[in-house]
């Protein structure tokens, strides 16, 4: 007998702005957008981890002159796990999952706690009036051979811009 989980919804990130800059008429304004990462069916019998990625795209824009910033994008931990342990809930079963920066999944995505790391920019040129885009990936991952009833599994992450 096969055991299906559906885990269509993964993630819905949600951009939390932190403008560190005066409100003036020259200054850099960035966002974060992302799509749904979402992992789809998960069967836990095959002994494989499922995989996914998703973008996540920061965009700035100058005023009338060029613009050289920094920023830093973290991920916490979700609404019912930390950036440790990441949990998928379908009430009141709950299913492990994580977030990673690299394809490999060897450096999890989280605030810079606990052995987790954020993406880092240490210098992004934005031209005058004009704007300049970086996407990453969102590598996700959930562990083989879980046993969990079969149901809707999501979470929320919660994504933090700090320039």
């Given at each position: 007998?096969?055991?299906?989980v ?6 819905g ?13 020259d ?34 824009s ?34 492990s ?17 606990g ?11 934005i ?5 300049a ?25 919660t994504a933090?811009?700090?320039?």
């Amino acid at each position: 007998m096969r055991h299906f989980v559906h885990a269509a919804r993964l993630i819905g990130l949600v951009a939390l702005l932190q403008c560190l800059f005066a409100s003036t008429s020259d200054a850099a304004i960035c966002n974060l957008s992302s799509t749904l990462v979402a992992f789809g069916t998960y069967v836990p019998l095959p002994g494989t981890a499922d995989d996914t990625a998703g973008p996540l795209t920061v965009r700035c824009s100058a005023g009338a002159a060029q613009q050289s910033i920094g920023y830093t994008v973290a991920l916490n931990g979700g609404i019912r796990g930390t950036v440790a342990m990441r949990r998928l809930t379908d009430s009141p079963s709950s299913l492990s999952y994580q977030l990673f920066i690299d394809a490999a999944h060897s450096q999890v995505w989280g605030d810079g706690t606990g052995g987790t790391v954020v993406v880092t920019q240490s210098a992004i040129v934005i031209p005058a009036n004009g704007t300049a885009t970086q996407t990453y990936r969102i590598y996700g991952r959930i562990p083989a051979r879980q046993a969990v009833s079969p149901g809707p599994y999501a979470d929320t992450v919660t994504a933090t811009l700090n320039y």
